[in-house]
C-alpha cells in the first residue's frame, strides 16, 4: 500500500544536496546551501484537529495554516510513543524509546526526582549536526533527565538551552487539588524551574509569558547564527496543561483558553517564519510544526482535539499518536497534501542525510530518510508504524493496516486487554477506526504478526531509565 | 457571542453593489457587475471533514482546498433540516420546511410515489433572480416533487434542468437487498431516471458518468450565458449511496470507493472554476460549495466522516447539519476562515441583495443577508439556528449555545427522548458536543427557551407535502 505521491517533484538544485550529501553545487554561499539550517517547532499535546489547516472551526491559525499553504501538511506522521519522554526520546535519537531504556509502564515520563534520563552514549539530532559544524539550541521543554548533568540538553549536542525541563504541571506545591489547579491555575501552584543552560534563572517560572519568550530566544538564536548553519529544537511548554498565555491573547479564542493558547503558539510560528524572511534565510531553513503526543483528554476543554481521529495523548489509537505535521522550506519542497507515512523518528536520518552528517553503524535506527517523499523522488521507504505504549507494542500499522494486539484506555482503570485475533482496521479507508476487518483479513494479520516478531528479535534489554 | 470578522475587508467596489442594490457603478460592464453571476455547487450527503480543507487525512481535493485558499472557509455553516427534501426546500426559498410543508416525520423525503411537492406560491433563488433578467439552470438533483409540473424546477425558475430528480437509492428493481445493492452497486439495480427539463432522456441513468456529465452541463451552461447574468444550481447526486464514479476515477483515492467519489467531484469542482476564468467570468461569479446534510453513517465506509463533529445524516447532532462550506469570488471577497454562523437559507436574501431583486412581503424569511459577513462590513445577523428534524425543533444553537430539547440517534430504534433540561453544549469551546454545560447555565437555557417560544409562535399549519 505505498503511495508514490505524484504531486511532489524533485527540485533539481536541491537533489545534489539532498542525496549526494555533498557540498559541491553551485549556490552563492556553499557552506549554508549544502548545510541548511533546521528547525523543529514542537507543540506539547496538541491534538490532530487543533489548527484550521486541520479542520478545527473555532481556532484560528492563520500562521499555521499559511504554512501548510506554502508547505507540505502530512496526514499520516507518527510519533514513537503516545506521551512525552519517550516521544520525545524517539525524535531526538531516531530510536525507539524502548532501545534507550526511555520508556516505562509504571512511570511513563521523566518527573523532577527521576534519577535516569537519555545517556550519553545517545546520539542526538544535535550531536550528529554538530559534526557538520552547526550551532544549536533547545528551547523548551527537555524532559529527557534533570538529576545528572549527563542527561541534559547541553550534554546532548546542544550549545544552547534555555526552557522549563520538564512538563510545566509539574512541582506541585500546597494549593488546590490537581484538577482545580489545572482548571484554574495560578503560576504559583507549579513550582517549575526556568534554565539557562545549566542555571535556574526563574523559579517559579512565569508561564504567561512562556511561549513569548521561547519565541524570543528562537528569534534571537536566527539572529545570531545567520552566518553558519544552526538547529533549534523548540519544544514548546504548551498547549500541556496548566494552561496559560501572554495577555494579548487572554480571550481572544472562541475555543476558549485552549484556543488562546493555540492561537499564541500560532502567532509565535508566524514569528519565526517572518524571522527567517527578514534575515534572508527562508529557502534556506527547513522547518518542520508537529506534535509530541495527541491531546490530553481527560481534561475535556481544556484538553484538545484528535479530530476524526479516535482516542487521545497515553493511548495507543490514531488519536494518540498522530500529529498535525507541517513541512516548510519555501522553494525547496513542493507545496501539497503528503499522505504517506513517516515518524518523528524520522527526521534525525533525514537531517543528516540533508546535511552530510554521518552515523554511526554500531546501533539500530527506527528511522528512515524521508527526502525521497519530500522532494518526490521515489518512494516512502517507511511501510511500518509500531504503536508502543511503555515497552510493549500494543499495535502495528502495515500499509494501509493497523493491528490492535493490545488495548487499554489511555487513562482509564481498566487493565490490559489482549485483542486475539487483533482489532484490524484499514486507516485509509477508515481513519477513525470504527470498523473492525480482523476476520475478513487473516492473511494481513498473518503479516504483521511476522512482523511484530521480526521487530521484538532486534530488541535487547537496557536499563529503563523511567523507573530509576 | 457574535463576531465581528476582522480579517474580512470591504471591497469598496463591491459594496456599491452589495448594499445599494443599484447598478450605477464604474465597471466596464455594468449589466454584469451589479448582476453578479451565482453558481451553487451542491454535494449529497457528503459530511463535514471529507475534504482536505476541512481535515480529512486520505482524501485528495486539491481543487477544494485551493478555492478554500482564494476563497472563504466557512466553519460554522448550517442547513435547514438533516436530510434532503427538507434541506433543498429550504436552501431554495429561504424559508424552514416547516412553512413550506416539506418535512415530516412519518416520510423524512419525497418519493419516486409521492403526490406531494414544493408549491407554485413558494419563490425560489431561481424565480426571484429571473426577476432581474438571470438565465437560470438546475443541473443535478431536484427532490423537491416529481408528480406534478407545477413541482419542476421549470415551474420555480429554471430555464433548463438536468438531473436525477430525487436520490440515486430509489427506484429499486428486483435485485439483491438494499445493503446488499448499495455495497456492490450495478446501474440496473436503481431504475432512475435521467431528465431534460420535462423528458426522461435515459433510464435508468447511467450513474458512472453522472458526475462527469453534469459538470458538462455546467460548463456548457457557463459558456452559453457569457453575456448575461446566469444562476447555476448544481446539486450533484454524488456522494449519496450507491456510490459511482467515472472510469478515470476507479480505485484512485487511498479512501476507497468514497474517496474516488469526492475526488471526481473535486476534478468538478475545478472545471467549473477554469471554465469561469477562461471565460472571464471569475470575478464577477459568486461560487458557493456546500452539502445538504451531513454523512449517511449507517453505510459505514460507504458514508463519509463528519470529522471531529458528532453526529451524521438524519440527526440534529452537529454532524447532521453542519456542513464543509466554501464561498469564492475571487477579487470580491477576502479569503480567510469565517467562524461566523449562517446556513443555507441565508443564500437567498443575500444573493437578492447582490442582484438587487425584491422579494415579496407577505411571508415570513428564515434566511438573512450575509453580505456584511461575507464583505467584512458589518456583524452578523444571525445569531440563531433551528435544528428541525421532520416538523419539530429537536435543538436550537443561539451564540456559542445549543440546547437539545428532543434527542433520537439518527436511524436507530430508539423513540424521541425529551430532555428537561435540554442537554446544553458551548459549540465555540466543545465542537464535539461532550459536555453538557446544562447545570451551570439555566440562564442560557431560560433564553433558547424563550426563543423557541417565540419562534413556534409564527408557526402557520400547511399542508404536509411529504405524506401526500
Known amino acids: 500500500m505505498k503511495t508514490l ?105 521523566i518527573f523532577p526526582d527521576s534519577k535516569g534520563g537519555l545517556q550519553a552514549s545517545e546520539i542526538t539530532i544535535a550531536s550528529a549536526l554538530k559534526t557538520k559544524g552547526y550551532a544549536t539550541a533547545c528551547i523548551g521543554k527537555w524532559h529527557l533527565g534533570t538529576y545528572s548533568p549527563d542527561y541534559s540538553p547541553n550534554a546532548h549536542g546542544f550549545d544552547y538551552y534555555f526552557g522549563i525541563p520538564y512538563s510545566n504541571d509539574m512541582d506541585r506545591v ?25 542555571e535556574i534563572i526563574e523559579r517559579p517560572a512565569d508561564q504567561t509569558t512562556i511561549t513569548k519568550r521561547y519565541t524570543q530566544e528562537a528569534v534571537n538564536f536566527i539572529k545570531q547564527n545567520k552566518e553558519k548553519p544552526f538547529f533549534i529544537y523548540l519544544a514548546n511548554s504548551m498547549p ?70 479516535k482516542g487521545g495523548k497515553g493511548g495507543t489509537d490514531e488519536g494518540g499518536m498522530r500529529e498535525p505535521t507541517i513541512f516548510w522550506w519555501p522553494g525547496k519542497i513542493k ?21 552530510g552528517a554521518k552515523l554511526p553503524n554500531d546501533r539500530i535506527y527506527d528511522g528512515f530518510d524521508i527526502s525521497p517523499v519530500i522532494f518526490g523522488t521515489g518512494p516512502d521507504p517507511r511501510d511500518v508504524v509500531f504503536y508502543y505504549r511503555g515497552t510493549q507494542v500494543f499495535a502495528i500499522r502495515k500499509g494501509a493496516y493497523k493491528a490492535h ?48 516478531q521480526e521487530h521484538l528479535s532486534t530488541l535487547v534489554p537496557v536499563e529503563n531509565q523511567l523507573e530509576k
Open 174 to 198: 500546597d494549593g488546590p487539588d490537581y484538577f482545580s489547579a489545572i482548571t484554574k491555575p495560578k503560576i504559583d501552584y507549579f513550582n517549575v524551574p526556568l534554565m539557562r543552560n545549566s
Open 240 to 309: 500541556h496543561v496548566p494552561l496559560f498565555r501572554s495577555k494579548e491573547f487572554e480571550n481572544i479564542s472562541l475555543r476558549g483558553i485552549y484556543g488562546d493558547v493555540i492561537e499564541e503558539l500560532d502567532w509565535s510560528v508566524g514569528k519565526i517564519l517572518s524571522a527567517l524572511k527578514e534575515n534572508g534565510l527562508d529557502e534556506n531553513t527547513f522547518v518542520i510544526f508537529t506534535s509530541d503526543n495527541g491531546p490530553w483528554l481527560i481534561f475535556n476543554e481544556f484538553g484538545g482535539s484528535a479530530g476524526l481521529l
Open 335 to 355: 507545496p501539497g497534501v503528503v499522505m504517506d507515512m513517516a515518524t518523528t523518528m524520522d527526521i534525525l536520518p533525514t537531517f543528516c542525510k540533508l546535511a
Open 5 to 109: 505521491n505524484a504531486r511532489l517533484i524533485a527540485v533539481s538544485g536541491l537533489l545534489s544536496v539532498g542525496f549526494a550529501g555533498q557540498h559541491s553545487i553551485a549556490a552563492a554561499d556553499k557552506t549554508k546551501t549544502s548545510h541548511p539550517n533546521f528547525i523543529i517547532i514542537l507543540a506539547d499535546d496538541m491534538g490532530y484537529g487543533d489548527m484550521g489547516a486541520f479542520g478545527h472551526p473555532t481556532i484560528k491559525t492563520p500562521n499555521l495554516d499559511n504554512m501548510a499553504h506554502q508547505g507540505q501538511r502530512w496526514t499520516n506522521f507518527y510519533v514513537a510513543a503516545p506521551v512525552s519522554t519517550p516521544s520525545r526520546a524517539g525524535l531526538l535519537t531516531g530510536r525507539l524509546p524502548v532501545r534507550t531504556g526511555m520508556c516505562s509502564e509504571k512511570r511513563r515520563v
Open 405 to 452: 494486539f493490545i488495548t487499554q484506555s489511555e487513562y482509564g482503570p481498566d487493565a490490559k486487554a489482549i485483542q486475539d485475533p487483533p482489532l484490524l482496521y484499514n486507516l485509509n479507508v477508515d481513519p477513525s477506526e470504527k470498523y473492525n476487518i480482523a476476520a475478513k483479513h487473516p492473511e494481513v494479520i498473518a503479516e504483521i504478526k511476522k512482523i511484530l
